[in-house]
C-alpha cells in the first residue's frame, strides 16, 4: 500500500477536501497515500460518529470513493438503503480502525467491518457521472453484486444521495450483514475494545 511513495498530483487534488476538514496533528487518521497495487481496494467501516453509520469505499484511481450508508447494506434485493456520497479518501484509509479524537470531524470509534476487493461490473467512469455504477464485491462478509444509484442531492445542497441496492444472485438473504457481525473483520475486536484501546490521551 506504500505510504511511502509519494501521492501523484490528480490524487493529492482528490485528497483536497478530506485533508480540508482533518487536523492531522490531533487525528490518527492517514493524511494521504498512492494507490494499492491492485487498484481496487474495498472496504467498510463502521462508524460510531453523531449517528451511528457505514462508510462503503471503493478505490478508483488512486482514492477511495466514499458514500456514507445509515443503515448498512441490506442482502434483500428489495430494499435499497440510503447511501450519502461523501469525500474521497486516501487508499490508506482502508486500513485504519481506531478513535478519532471526540472534537474532531467524525469524531467516534471506527472498524475496519469488511475488506477485500471489488470489480466494476460497466465503465466506473462512465457509471459514476451517469449515476449508476454495478460492481461485483469480493470481501470476507459482504460479496456478490451490488449497484449504487444515484437518487438526487441531499436536502438540496451538493452532497449527493445514492441508493445501495443488492443485485440478485447468490449471494442474497434477509438478515443484514450490521446485525449478523459485530466485531471486526481484521482485528477480531468490538466497538468498545477499539475505543477502549485505541483511546488518545487525555480523552474521557
Ligand atoms: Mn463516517
Known sequence: MGSEHRPSQKVKKALEEYRAKRDFAVTPEPKDSEGSKSGRLFVIQKHDATSEHFDLRLELDGVLLSWAVPKGPSLDPATRRLAMRTEDHPVAYGDF???????????????????????????????LEKGKLSFEVKGTR?????????????????RESWL?????????????LA???????????????IAQEESPEGQG
Not at 179 to 193: F, I, L, N, Q, Y
Open 142 to 158: 459482504m460479496k456478490g453484486n451490488w449497484a449504487l444509484v444515484r437518487s438526487g442531492n441531499v436536502g438540496g445542497g451538493d
Open 179 to 193: 446485525d449478523k457481525h459485530k466485531t471486526s473483520a481484521v482485528t477480531g475486536r468490538s466497538m468498545e475494545e
Open 164 to 176: 445501495l441496492i443488492k443485485e440478485k444472485d447468490n449471494h442474497t438473504g434477509q438478515k443484514d
Open 97 to 127: 480502525e481506531g478513535v478519532i479524537p471526540e472534537d474532531e470531524y467524525g469524531g467516534g470509534t471506527v472498524m475496519l467491518f469488511d475488506q477485500g476487493r471489488w470489480e466494476p461490473n460497466d465503465d466506473p467512469h462512465e457509471g
